[in-house]
């Protein structure tokens, strides 16, 4: 990604954030998502506390950008924080033991309609072929219903609260 003691620009590993969720699955995030996902995925480097809202048209793709976008941080965020290029990097230390994520929704099928979305990205064809690779070796420590786990110590659960 970069040269050891050079620090990569929070552009630019936004932009290598993103292709890596558009190969998690193979397809290509139109524009609008793209714009989303960035800001996602930027706040969550910049440990950002604002709200984030997509406004989009009904059938447009928002729930598929947050399931993705949640599938790709899960696995490349602690793979990232443990590199030794980035061992002192603030934007990627709180995710050495991995990414965990709370889907929170007035009802339980409420919450599950992004968690089982989140689950088909993270399980697809092409991303278990990453998560099968010598590079990433990482195995689902949980997978049902509620919660998805990784060997890394990410995790996403959906809740009703």
Known sequence: MSCIGERLSTTKLVRKITIFAETLCGKRFYAYQVEFAQRIFRAILENDQDTITGL???????????????????????????????????????????????????????????????KSRIQCKESLAILEDPDFRLEFTTSNGQTVALSNGSFVTAISA
């Open 56 to 118: 989009m048209a009904r059938q447009c793709g928002k729930s598929y950008t947050v399931s993705l976008t949640t599938a790709a941080v899960m696995i490349i965020l602690p793979i990232l924080a443990n590199m030794p290029m980035f061992a002192d990097d603030p934007r990627l230390q709180m995710f050495k033991d991995g990414f965990w994520v709370g889907i929170f929704a007035p009802s339980q099928r409420q919450a599950q309609i992004t968690y089982r979305r989140m």
